[in-house]
């Protein structure tokens, strides 16, 4: 397996985030200050993933509740649900035979959680007789995993895997990502710039560190204000429950 590194290139931006950009950069054009302001940001687009305070509006995005989703020909969603709940773990998305898991989670709000919970995944990968490299990515720090797997025959084999995290707000961010995009560079693009520019929702209920947000099918009404039961957190992209999967 391949370790593809390389520096993150600036996916375009939300148009309402843009906008904001483009003039908040014009305001500061008049002043030196923009102008030192606009050099240290080499004037780049904004990216993601992003705050809902980041954003003025839902626009060509799926509201899942906790997250909104990119609008993306093609793409196939597959919600996770808990059986034992009923509730909405995860959301995978299928894109040219490649797949990507997103979660998002609580977390401080003073500092991330990416780092801690990237080195206990890379502890249980290696522990089930797998490999995981902790190397810098697109999106910063990540894991390049081979995940122990059994193939059709029953004999033994190893899945490639990505993981991939964003700390954000008060929240964090969870990809992992398998299939051809997992070794592969350019398959792997378009996952990346959807995962950077899925925007994520924290309610203002108080939750401890790594509980799993709040995700609704789409178009199902929103819960109350009051917290609800917390969902079953999983940290292992090899455990799904049963899916609705629906095309976009």
Known sequence: MSLFRRKKTPAQAPAD???????????????PEGDASQAASG???ATGPFDRSEVDELGQRL????????????IQLRMELDKRTNKVTGVSVTLD??????????????????????????QGIVASGGTADDVPGPLGRELMAQLPATSKTGKASVRPA???????????????????????????????????????????????PRDLLTMTLPNQPKASALPDAPARQ???PLTRGPEITEIR
């Open 63 to 74: 509201d899942l509740g906790s997250m909104w989703l990119p609008a993306v020909p093609g």
């Open 162 to 208: 990505r993981f991939i995290g964003v700390d954000g707000s008060r929240w964090f961010l969870r990809g992992v990502i398998t299939g051809k995009a997992a070794i592969n560079e350019d398959a792997a693009l378009p996952l990346e710039d959807f995962f950077s520019q899925i925007v994520v929702i924290r309610d203002g209920s108080p939750r401890p």
């Open 43 to 45: 004037g780049a687009p």
């Open 17 to 31: 985030v843009a906008d904001a950009s483009n003039r908040d950069a014009a305001d500061d054009s008049a002043s």
């Open 234 to 236: 999983s940290f292992d």
């Open 97 to 122: 035979g490649s797949s990507m898991q997103v979660q998002a989670f609580a977390a401080p709000k003073t500092t991330g959680i990416w780092d801690d919970i990237r080195s206990e995944i890379q």
